[in-house]
């Protein structure tokens, strides 16, 4: 088990803590969650059927893990304001002013207003464009780890694709009117 544990964690923690840092969009905290999704593994080794590939495994427990992080930080947000009441797991989003992962990993200003353009994206469209093109993963490994079907991969996808080229479109239409005005 030792050995399986070491492999996991050298094959994926990479990448896990990657895909972690940006739905948390905090180094410190990304860090933490990549020890829970492996706490976690250790605790179910034994019960992994197989069913669905490691990988897509390892990413399905860090999804759970960072949408749970960021379902606590919601509710003490709103018990700090007064509100108290539960959201769908789609309906989660916290404003957060701190620099992207992106910003602090890929210095490229093409990519950075990429992944800025792909904020105003909806969730679902960010994260299928953060599977299937960040971290290289199938339409089948997308699914699995979203629990949908690959279906509605393709066509989040595809709308995302849609929207991401329509907000890159705009701001580079705001930005020659801003040329043009100076």
Sequence with gaps: MREEFERL???YHHQLFQYLFYLVRNRETAEELVQE?????????ETFEGKSSEKTWLYSIAKHVAIDWIRKQSRKKRKSEGKEYEWSEREFEIEDNDPLPEEIVVQKEEVQHIYKMLE????????????????????AEAADILGWTESKVKTTQHRAIKALKRH???????????????
């Design 37 to 45: 999704v492996y706490i976690k593994v250790l605790n179910s080794y």
């Design 9 to 11: 964690y050298q094959t």
């Design 120 to 139: 105003k994206c909806s969730q679902d469209q960010q994260q299928v464009v953060l599977l299937r093109y960040i971290q290289s993963l199938s339409i």
């Design 168 to 182: 890159l479109e705009e701001a580079d239409a705001a930005m020659g009117e801003k040329e043009v005005s100076k």
